[in-house]
């Protein structure tokens, strides 16, 4: 059979433990057998990033900005026991927060739904995508513990000597201070890249600050994004999509309510803390996929999960394990569908789709990893190990190629 052409590779980054293993299975059983392979590789291995003083992380993030595509393994960010583990140079910072600044891109991150594990919300019918704002707030925040009775001040003076003050509080006792800031520049790339995202994947866009107490910070948010909506609006009315602003306490009303299948796109802190009530309800850590959306339209994706250390650790000492590959995958057809929209290739978008459609014809036959097998309902589950439930993927690839 022939294989399925590519014309621009995309780029390739390999990562650590149990994901790395499971990186090369992916590859070797669903990807080279159907398609000429043509990727630009970066090995983000910790091993690597040390050897290189994580000048491969740069170079990758730099392949994706000018290639358009990237896919990537997950890879450890060092700790303290990483650093006696790896015997490493420097506490290296995680890879992820180096690719997302040097592209500016937003993440997103979507669960992997099947109809035998229902979601713990029970009217969420469709999956929902949570875009977290990665810059400022309360992430660069500045804090005073105020030990004695005083003023606290804000004050910004500006390059042309224009001068603002205002009273934070008088303090009568001791207390708490914090400032924080945002960017103009920041939120209007959030801006943009949830707008391109939604019409990628062809979902309304919610987006929700509170501006109503928060009348500069807040209010600043809504003002962009309702501005740059106006590139996008045309657009969004032709296919029938909505941009929808309000309130978050209304926002969690609203899509704890809701059937789901569409962007919630959120502040810093609030995507921190709904992107984890939205995957916990979803199901399973191991199903969630994302994707890093830079303003200017590149992509890179991978699985939401870390490098599964603990089954790693078997994997070593000759266990068969049963990590679920799901969300690898799905970063692999993600990427391969994007490049065959960027190229037009509708053979590379036709075989992005027919994986995950294998997936799920598995899943739904019940052949499935451990962590999903106790959260089934209505099939009876069958476990695999990794290798045993991708061998199942690809016999039904192979079926639906033929
Ligand atoms: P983890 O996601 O690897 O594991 C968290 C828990 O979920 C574990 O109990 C694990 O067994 C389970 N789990 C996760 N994915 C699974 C899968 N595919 N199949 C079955 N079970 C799965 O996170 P962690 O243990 O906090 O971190 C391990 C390493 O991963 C750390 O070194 C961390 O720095 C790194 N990490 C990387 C990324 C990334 O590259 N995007 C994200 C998170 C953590």
Same mark, same amino acid.
């Given at each position: 059979?022939?294989?399925?052409?590519?014309?621009?590779?995309?780029?390739?980054?390999?990562?650590?433990?149990?994901?790395?293993?499971?990186?090369?299975?992916?590859?070797?059983?669903?990807?080279?057998?159907?398609?000429?392979?043509?990727?630009?590789?970066?090995?983000?291995?910790?091993?690597?990033?040390?050897?290189?003083?994580?000048?491969?992380?740069?170079?990758?993030? $730099?392949?994706? +900005? /000018?290639?358009? !595509?990237? #896919?990537?393994?997950?890879?450890?960010?060092?700790?303290? *026991?990483? =650093?006696?583990?790896?015997?490493?140079?420097?506490?290296?910072?995680?890879?992820?927060?180096?690719?997302?600044?040097?592209?500016?891109?937003?993440?997103?991150?979507t669960p992997i739904t099947i109809p035998s594990i229902h979601p713990a919300v029970r009217?969420?019918?469709?999956?929902?995508?949570?875009?977290?704002?990665?810059?400022?707030?309360?992430?660069?925040?500045?804090?005073?513990?105020?030990?004695?009775?005083?003023?606290?001040?804000?004050?910004?003076?500006? $390059?042309?000597? +224009? /001068?603002?003050? !205002?009273? #934070?509080?008088?303090?009568?006792?001791?207390?708490?201070? *914090?400032? =924080?800031?945002?960017?103009?520049?920041?939120?209007?790339?959030?801006?943009?890249?949830?707008?391109?995202?939604?019409?990628?994947?062809?979902?309304?866009?919610?987006?929700?600050?509170?501006?109503?107490?928060?009348?500069?910070?807040?209010?600043?948010?809504?003002?962009?994004?309702?501005?740059?909506?106006?590139?996008?609006?045309?657009?969004?009315?032709?296919?029938?999509?909505?941009?929808?602003?309000?309130?978050?306490?209304?926002?969690?009303?609203?899509?704890?309510?809701? +059937?789901?299948?569409?962007?919630?796109?959120?502040?810093?802190?609030?995507?921190?803390?709904?992107?984890? =009530?939205?995957?916990?309800?979803?199901?399973?850590?191991?199903?969630?996929?994302?994707?890093?959306?830079?303003?200017?339209?590149?992509?890179?994706?991978?699985?939401?999960?870390?490098?599964?250390?603990?089954?790693?650790?078997?994997?070593?000492?000759?266990?068969?394990?049963?990590?679920?590959?799901?969300?690898?995958?799905?970063?692999?057809?993600?990427?391969?569908?994007?490049?065959?929209?960027?190229?037009?290739?509708?053979?590379?978008?036709?075989?992005?789709?027919?994986?995950?459609?294998?997936?799920?014809?598995?899943?739904?036959?019940?052949?499935?990893?451990?962590?999903?097998?106790?959260?089934?309902?209505?099939?009876?589950?069958?476990?695999?190990?990794?290798?045993?439930?991708?061998?199942?993927?690809?016999?039904?690839?192979?079926?639906?190629?033929?």
């Amino acid at each position: 059979v022939q294989k399925i052409q590519m014309a621009t590779p995309i780029v390739e980054m390999d990562g650590d433990e149990m994901t790395r293993i499971l990186w090369k299975m992916i590859k070797d059983e669903l990807i080279l057998p159907f398609i000429d392979l043509k990727t630009e590789y970066y090995d983000l291995g910790l091993v690597k990033r040390d050897e290189t003083a994580d000048q491969i992380t740069r170079d990758a993030a $730099e392949a994706t +900005k /000018r290639l358009g !595509v990237a #896919v990537k393994c997950a890879t450890i960010t060092p700790n303290h *026991q990483r =650093m006696d583990e790896y015997k490493l140079h420097q506490m290296w910072k995680s890879p992820n927060g180096t690719i997302r600044s040097i592209l500016d891109g937003t993440v997103f991150r979507t669960p992997i739904t099947i109809p035998s594990i229902h979601p713990a919300v029970r009217n969420w019918e469709k999956p929902i995508t949570i875009a977290r704002h990665a810059y400022g707030d309360v992430y660069k925040s500045v804090e005073i513990r105020a030990e004695e009775p005083g003023v606290a001040k804000l004050v910004f003076e500006g $390059e042309s000597g +224009k /001068r603002e003050e !205002v009273v #934070v509080h008088t303090f009568k006792g001791a207390g708490v201070l *914090q400032a =924080m800031h945002n960017t103009d520049k920041s939120i209007r790339s959030f801006a943009h890249s949830c707008f391109k995202f939604a019409l990628d994947t062809n979902q309304s866009l919610w987006f929700s600050t509170k501006d109503t107490i928060s009348k500069k910070y807040d209010a600043q948010f809504k003002i962009i994004f309702y501005e740059v909506f106006e590139e996008y609006k045309d657009e969004f009315e032709k296919r029938g999509l909505e941009f929808f602003y309000t309130l978050i306490d209304d926002a969690v009303a609203r899509v704890i309510r809701s +059937k789901g299948g569409f962007i919630w796109a959120c502040k810093n802190y609030d995507g921190d803390v709904m992107s984890d =009530m939205v995957s916990t309800a979803f199901g399973s850590l191991a199903m969630m996929t994302s994707v890093l959306v830079s303003p200017d339209g590149k992509y890179e994706y991978e699985a939401a999960h870390g490098t599964v250390t603990r089954h790693y650790y078997k994997y070593l000492k000759g266990e068969e394990t049963s990590t679920n590959p799901m969300a690898t995958i799905f970063a692999w057809s993600g990427a391969l569908r994007k490049r065959g929209e960027m190229d037009n290739l509708p053979e590379l978008i036709r075989f992005a789709n027919e994986l995950e459609a294998s997936c799920f014809d598995t899943l739904n036959a019940g052949i499935v990893t451990k962590d999903l097998a106790g959260l089934m309902e209505g099939v009876t589950p069958q476990p695999k190990t990794s290798a045993g439930f991708i061998a199942a993927i690809r016999e039904r690839l192979e079926q639906r190629l033929a």
